[in-house]
């Protein structure tokens, strides 16, 4: 499950007025995806719409679902812009986590992804008359981190700590 915040300006079409989406994974059959799609539009109404999804056909549901660990000059299908070439590996934080994200460019989309997942995180996408923003908000997929909290540093603190208190025990 990602939920994604969705922003966008100027003459959007209906199709796209949406400012929050919802994709989850209700079945996976090797390459073969089945995903619930909630779309929340502007006028507060919502529409689900289940899609079957197929990573070695292209068949990926506006790049919603890449596949999983692709590095940078890697390429997949996708069945309306064709070949999709990664051109970056990064680290990012998305949905409260730092994570190792690829990106790429089509003609009218920056698209990053997840890299382990193969999730979208980010999009943006720019036409002549309108322009969408996606970005992934929350998951069940990975955990958010404390705020700006690296966890090998928290572990470090609560062991410190308890070496206080055992320490000022000891000595009472």
């Known amino acids: 499950l990602i939920e994604y915040q969705v ?50 056909a292209g068949q990926i549901a506006d790049c919603f679902i890449i596949p999983a660990n692709l590095k940078e000059g890697d390429t997949f299908l996708e069945q309306v812009e064709g070949t999709i070439t990664i051109t ?3 680290e990012k934080t998305y949905a409260g ?10 003609a009218h989309t920056e698209f990053v992804w997840d890299q382990s997942t193969g999730f979208l995180v980010d999009a943006k996408s720019t036409y002549p ?19 700006g909290v690296d966890p090998f540093w928290s572990i470090i603190l609560v062991a410190l700590a308890i070496v206080a208190v055992s320490y000022t025990h000891l000595r009472a």
């Open 129 to 147: 008359d309108f322009s969408l923003d996606t970005t992934a908000e929350k998951t069940n997929i990975w955990h958010a981190q404390a705020s």
């Open 88 to 90: 970056g590996v990064k």
């Open 7 to 56: 922003s966008y300006s100027g003459d959007v079409p209906q199709a796209h007025d949406v400012n929050w989406a919802k994709i989850e994974v209700t079945k996976v059959d090797g390459t073969k995806i089945e995903v619930a799609v909630t779309s929340r539009y502007s006028d507060g109404t919502e529409e689900t719409v289940t899609t079957n999804l197929n990573l070695l």
């Open 97 to 106: 986590a730092k994570r190792t994200v690829v990106t790429a460019t089509t």
